[in-house]
């Protein structure tokens, strides 16, 4: 069974300061692996997936995250936050059928 | 305008009651899915349906119930028998049901139980 685990609940960085997210994954083939994120109230949104070439993606408003395999890792990172950036972010891991598994989620919270 | 419509976007219900939640797609995607978000927990995925006429369990399924009748439409009821509904309910689509597509989420129905 796919499962996946974000090992942060709540992160609290600076506005300018650089950010990463962790994720970690379990899915016994190659992975489909997305983050995504939601603002109060709302939908997720996609900021940025990966399924095969690069293991370094690059996504929507300026983030990043990279694949690796030997870790069955898929960190999200931005170099420079900006306090829009604050919201809920989810990673998840997708199966050939399509059924997707999501972390808990990890809060951001962006200091002034 | 195309999108995902969720409606209501919240909903009040008494116990014993069942409600049903709209979800409506002019995307053209063949896959819907409807995930159930607590504080906390993440999403978990309720029912799914590749196609029209089929849907699968997902892992919280008890006291839920799906039809697909439509491609566009993949409407969720919510039972009495679901002991503890309060929650904010999401509709995804995907374009097919492969693993390397992304999934479109609707704007969500909160819904709470008096």
């Known amino acids: 069974a796919q499962s996946v685990t974000q090992p942060d609940i709540h992160i609290t960085v600076s506005e300018g300061a650089s950010l990463e997210l962790r994720c970690n994954y379990s899915y016994g083939a190659t992975p489909y692996l997305f983050w995504y994120v939601q603002s109060p109230g709302q939908g997720l949104q996609l900021l940025l997936k990966y399924f095969s070439g690069d293991t370094l993606v690059q996504g929507i408003k300026g983030f990043e995250a990279e694949f690796k395999r030997s870790q069955s890792s898929f960190n999200l990172r931005k170099p420079s936050v900006h306090w829009s950036d604050a919201a809920e972010y989810f990673c998840?891991?997708?199966?050939?059928?399509?059924?997707?598994?999501f972390g808990d989620g990890t809060t951001l919270t962006v200091k002034p | 305008d195309g999108g995902i419509t969720q409606s209501p976007k919240y909903l009040f219900r008494k116990e014993g009651q069942n409600v049903t939640l709209s979800c409506e797609q002019n995307?053209?995607?063949?896959?819907m899915y409807w995930y159930r978000q607590d504080p906390g927990q993440g999403l978990r995925l309720i029912y799914y349906?590749?196609?029209?006429?089929?849907?699968q369990k997902g892992d919280i399924a008890e006291g839920y119930s799906v039809s697909r009748e439509k491609k566009e439409s993949f409407p969720l009821t919510v039972t009495s028998a679901q002991k503890n509904p309060t929650a904010f309910y999401l509709c995804a689509t995907m374009p097919q049901g492969h693993g390397y597509n992304e999934q479109f989420f609707g704007p969500g129905t909160r819904l709470t139980v008096l």
């Open positions: 995307l053209n995607h063949d896959a």
């Open positions: 349906s590749q196609i029209v006429n089929d849907f």
């Open positions: 998840a891991v997708t199966a050939n059928a399509g059924k997707s598994t």
